[in-house]
């Protein structure tokens, strides 16, 4: 069973930098195929894609975002982290890490996000 | 990539069927999720490849499309579909999504 938990602060002050831990089970980052994304959901219930790590240590970045975000894994010890500079209080949103699934179709890999984590709330706050 | 679903709110039956549509703004052939979000959960995949049904997820979800129009459709509508409903594409490295669509009761 494929299953990812979001840890991190709750609340972080404006300017201040975020660090989320996502720790997973029931697959390995090592195996190709495989990748970790970081989606955040605003109050207004908006879903936006943030980061993305795959099993070769490729990193992908939200185009708006990517100065701000860095994301990295530990495959020893199941875990990705993601920290997000410079925090706003228009940040302020719940944060989900999800699993990227491959699958090949006409020669080629694609991927999309078929588990999630239960996500953490961060209020950026003074 | 932008995507816009439509409508926002739709209003229906235990019964009914229900149609949600999603425009990309350029081609995404078949590089499209479709997610449920029941409120205070985490989404989850229904659907894949624009078309595929998730594994254990109920044959009255079912998707069409390609290119820059897609479907979700769902046939007889059962009160745990009561929900928000989100396209996604992956065509590119970090994908992005629809704004949602709620479904509520009639």
Known sequence: QVTLRESGPALVKPTQTLTLTCSFSGFSLTTRGMCVTWIRQTPGKALESLARIDWDDDKYYSPSLRTRLDISKDTSKNQVLFTMTNMDPADTATYYCARIRGYEKGGYNYYFVDVWGKGTTVTVSS | ?106
């Open chain 2, 1 to 106: 990539i932008q995507l816009t679903q439509s409508p926002s709110t739709l209003s229906a039956s235990v019964g009914d069927r229900v149609t949600i549509t999603c425009r990309a703004s350029q081609s995404i052939l078949t590089w499209v999720a479709w997610y449920q979000q029941r409120p205070g959960k985490a989404p989850k995949v229904l659907i894949y490849d624009a078309s595929t049904l998730e594994s254990g997820v109920p044959s009255r979800f079912s998707g069409s499309g390609s290119g820059t129009e897609f479907v979700l459709t769902i046939t007889s509508l059962q009160p745990d579909d009561f929900a928000t409903y989100y396209c996604q594409q992956y065509n590119t490295y970090v994908g992005t999504f629809g704004q949602g669509t709620k479904v509520e009761v009639k």
